[in-house]
Antibody, heavy 120, light 109 residues
Framework: DVQLVESGGGLVRPGGSLRLSCAVY????????MTWVRQAPGKGLQWVAT????????YFVDSVRGRFTISRDNAKNSLYLQMSSLRAEDTAVYYC?????????????WGHGTLVTVSS | EIVMTQSPVTLSVSPGERATLSCRAS??????LAWYQQKPGQPPRLLIY???TRATGIPARFSGSGSGTEFTLTISSLQSEDFAVYYC???????????FGQGTRLEIK
């Protein structure tokens, strides 16, 4: 079965950094583009970043560009989100999600998410 | 940025009845639209992609339609497990910029 398991969330002060991980199981990780989506408490979904299969292409929503980095380790079946200069508005559950096809940016499998809280 | 607007914000329907949810794009997105269902404490679940194709394992009572700027998700006969929040998402742009609607909460009448 396909599984995506996020970790690394927690409480961080404004201006701080955090690294999220997503371990994947049950499919050939190197074959799929991967994405992070976040959801602020009680709010809707927001696309954050996408990385292609070999990590050579990366895309970010404007609000995190320059502060967040997305990466992957295909040998370890893992996706990462390095977050820095964190702000209160970055507080959210962060989900990793799989794109079934490289050119179609919808998401067929999601992890259960990891909560990031930015507060002093 | 393509803005996705869902209506209504909340929809109250009785079990067994039909529910119709709408999603409008601020510019044409062809059929590059997906629908998701989200229950409290759970991640979103893909229901529909390419505006009208059901994802694997999704019951036939869920159907999607539309193209361009106007889209609809129809649930033909509501079951108790269908009461949730539904999001539409466009994926038309390149470089990729995906945007979600604000969601429609489907509640029991």
């Amino acid at each position: 079965d396909v599984q995506l398991v996020e970790s690394g969330g927690g409480l961080v002060r404004p201006g701080g950094s955090l690294r999220l991980s997503c371990a994947v199981y049950g499919f050939t990780f190197s074959s799929n583009s991967m994405t992070w989506v976040r959801q602020a408490p009680g709010k809707g979904l927001q696309w954050v970043a996408t990385i292609n299969q070999d990590g050579s292409e990366k895309y970010f929503v404007d609000s995190v560009r320059g502060r967040f980095t997305i990466s992957r380790d295909n040998a370890k079946n893992s996706l990462y989100l390095q977050m820095s200069s964190l702000r209160a508005e970055d507080t959210a559950v962060y989900y990793c999600a799989r794109q079934p096809y490289a050119m179609d940016y919808y998401f067929d499998y999601w992890g259960h998410g990891t909560l990031v809280t930015v507060s002093s | 940025e393509i803005v996705m607007t869902q209506s209504p914000v909340t929809l109250s329907v009785s079990p067994g009845e039909r529910a119709t949810l709408s999603c409008r794009a601020s510019q044409s997105i062809s059929i590059n639209l997906a629908w998701y269902q989200q229950k409290p404490g759970q991640p979103p679940r893909l229901l529909i992609y390419e505006a009208s194709t059901r994802a694997t394992g999704i019951p036939a009572r869920f159907s999607g339609s539309g193209s361009g700027t106007e889209f609809t998700l129809t649930i033909s006969s509501l079951q108790s497990e269908d009461f949730a929040v539904y999001y539409c998402q466009q994926y038309n742009n390149w470089p990729p910029e995906v945007t979600f609607g604000q969601g429609t909460r489907l509640e029991i009448k």
